[in-house]
């Protein structure tokens, strides 16, 4: 019987996968793509404790909800950060983590 | 559930999220990522969370991925030819990541509420039919007394109900958003200032 457990060991696995991939690539692109990975991951975990911690019988809606705010965020997020690597790509011409090093005393 | 789909669509989520940390070609990787949301929003269905799934796949697999694919062939970005990769980061990122799954897993078998399941905490919709105070709208009760749970409904009215003021505060972030985005990627007029 899948439980609980399963669903949160897998939410952790998809989060781990996005850490390793925000850590080791270079291109800023699949770095962001990572980014999304991991707040799926996240997402995952609360729509799994949303299912499990009944509220009269029904599903915790406050906990998707959450993961609804989540959602939005994240679509935000990828707009303006898309818009700032391309603006990041005119200026540089690449999209490679190590040319970028304005900031770096 | 039947456990073979469960571990079919965790195996498809896992799968092409490995895809999209290994891909060279970034198209790879946002194909990958798109196929690996589908699994993902498959396993929100799972979980009864119908609305969640389908807007998984509408914003993440639909939205945003087309987003990514659109910049990455209007940059014209190839994969990454030949230069080799620098063995820290590597090294270090399949190491945090070893480390954290393994956290999760003795966390989550070292509590006894990781093994709740469907079975041992069932939906009680004909139950909740009588118990939901506010909500009790006609078309909601109608539906909890049919036997089918009535998702988008109950979900609109908790985000309506209880959440009014955060959802007017989201929109206005996705407005900044639409007006940063604008800002950002308009072209500056005669050269640097």
Known sequence: ????????????MLFALGLAGVIARRNILIVYMCLEMMLSAANLALAGFSRFHLVNGLPDYAAQS??????????????VGLAIIVALFRSKQSVDAGVVTKLQG | MPPLLFYLLALTTLGFGLLVVTGRNPVTCALSLAASFTGLAALF???????????????????????????IMLLDIKAEEGKQRSLVPVVSGILVAVLLAAQVSAVVSSTGIASKNAQNTPLALSDAAGKLGKAAL??????LKEGTLPDAKLIGFTLFDRYGFHLQVVGLLLLVGTVG???LSKREKGGAP
């Open chain 2, 181 to 183: 985005v604008v800002v």
């Open chain 2, 138 to 143: 006609p078309t909601i009760t109608k539906d």
């Open chain 1, 1 to 12: 019987m899948i439980s609980l457990g399963h669903y949160l060991v897998v939410s952790g």
């Open chain 2, 45 to 71: 269905l799972s979980l009864d969370a119908y609305f969640i799934g389908i807007i998984q796949i509408l914003v993440y697999a639909g939205a945003v991925m087309v987003l990514f694919l659109f910049i």
């Open chain 1, 66 to 79: 959450l993961v609804f705010f989540t959602i939005t965020v994240a679509a935000a997020e990828v707009a």
